[in-house]
């Protein structure tokens, strides 16, 4: 690895994962607030699900690595809850009882990483039942807004029992004006609209005073001074603290 050693953050999840370092992406914005900070890690696998994820888990974060992640954001589920494959074949579908227990599998090998690890879980999304249709036809079938919504209850009730933190994506996404039309590049993925509710849920929990220590992007020490004494030097550092205020919590706002 490249020095100095910073805090990790990795990315783990499918396609909204993975796409997530595309232009305007929650996972590209993440790695651009952290810039001088830490390092943001993508391990994202377009078209898995939960079964995939936990056959990789001691591949992806073996346990004797000297240098433990010090935040995990998790998000499989929107695969795992479509329908059966016709065929008879369960195709990327993985029944409720069995994507609770993956999760819970990932979860909990990722909090006996370290003791500083945190995770945190993203729920499945809504998504345009009627965009899917008009773009795949039925190349996609099975994906509906109502099939989302179990498998987000149950991350979040595991989320709460295991103790990790978790975003109900599948809420906070509906409560945006002309979501459907506005949050999908097909129905599915992430505009960069939705990329910024995504981060800025993200940011809220990272804030968050009971995260000690902090992993708040402005909590951490930035790396090399700006100026190495230079007199009259621009103050970079000051920019640099001022430049995502836009991204912050409102004040007095609470994560749903």
């Excluded at 999840?13 to 993440?30: H, K, M």
Aim: charged share 20%; aromatic share 10%; proline share 7%.
């Amino acid at each position: 690895m490249v020095g100095p050693g910073r805090p990790q953050i990795v990315l783990f999840g499918s396609s909204i994962v993975q796409y997530s370092f595309t232009d305007g992406g929650w996972g590209a914005s993440l790695a651009d607030i952290y810039a001088r900070t830490a390092d943001v890690i993508l391990r994202g696998y377009a078209g898995w699900n939960s079964r995939f994820a936990v056959k990789v888990l001691d591949q992806v974060f073996p346990k004797d690595a000297l240098l433990q992640p010090s935040l995990v954001i998790v998000y499989f589920g929107g695969n795992d809850s479509t329908y059966p494959h016709p065929s008879g074949g369960q195709g990327q579908h993985v029944p409720l009882s069995e994507f609770t227990e993956n999760m819970r599998k990932i979860g909990e090998h990722l909090l006996s990483l370290s003791d500083k690890t945190r995770v945190l879980f993203l729920t499945p999304p809504p998504v345009n039942e009627k965009h899917i249709q008009a773009l795949f036809g039925d190349a996609i079938s099975g994906r509906t807004n109502e099939r989302c919504r179990p498998y987000a209850e149950a991350l979040l009730n595991l989320s709460r029992e295991i103790n990790v933190k978790s975003i109900d994506l599948w809420t906070v996404i509906q409560q945006e004006d002309d979501w459907l039309n506005t949050c999908f590049t097909d129905g599915i993925h992430f505009t960069a609209k939705a990329s910024e509710i995504v981060l800025k849920e993200i940011l809220k929990v990272v804030s968050e005073p009971d995260w000690k220590p902090s992993l708040h992007w402005k909590s951490l020490p930035v790396e090399f001074p700006f100026t190495f004494g230079l007199a009259n030097y621009l103050n970079l550092c000051d920019q640099e603290l001022t430049r995502n205020k836009h991204l912050e919590p409102e004040p007095g706002t609470d994560r749903l």
